[in-house]
């Protein structure tokens, strides 16, 4: 079983920044794939950015490139999504994520099907 926990989440001005936080425990796979996924109220969950845990290989969904960066502590078993320049757009509940089917060298997945195990989510709201 893993446990995700998301943190970081607030409210901020358009242009500003946040940086969000996954923490991961229990029991986890070296091999797998972290995801960050947004969803706003009344949409459907959207794929913002991945990435491997042992290759560090990310993702990003055209939407966030350039603006958004994660990142990965190996030892601490934390993911972390720095965003910058934010837009309203962005206001959205954010969550963790874990992909423990993931095959290193392989394409990661963008589908929410993938992930198995989710954290409770951090909200992030931008205001105009």
């Known amino acids: 079983q893993v446990q995700l926990v998301e943190s970081g989440g607030g409210l901020v001005q358009a242009g500003g920044s946040l940086r969000l936080s996954c923490a991961a425990s229990?029991?986890?796979?070296?091999?797998?794939?972290m995801g960050w996924f947004r969803q706003a109220p009344g949409k459907d969950t959207e794929f913002v950015s991945a990435?491997?845990?042992?290759?560090?290989?990310?993702e990003y969904a055209d939407s966030v490139k350039g603006r958004f960066t994660i990142s990965r502590d190996n030892a601490k078993k934390t993911v972390y999504l720095q965003m910058n320049s934010l837009k309203p757009k962005d206001t959205a509940v954010y969550y963790c994520?874990?992909?423990?089917?993931?095959?290193?060298?392989?394409?990661?997945?963008?589908?929410?099907?993938?992930?198995?195990?989710w954290g409770q989510g951090t909200q992030v709201t931008v205001s105009s």
């Open positions: 229990g029991r986890t796979f070296s091999g797998a794939a």
């Open positions: 990435i491997s845990w042992s290759g560090g290989v990310t």
């Open positions: 994520a874990a992909d423990l089917s993931y095959r290193p060298g392989t394409d990661m997945g963008r589908a929410v099907y993938r992930f198995d195990y």
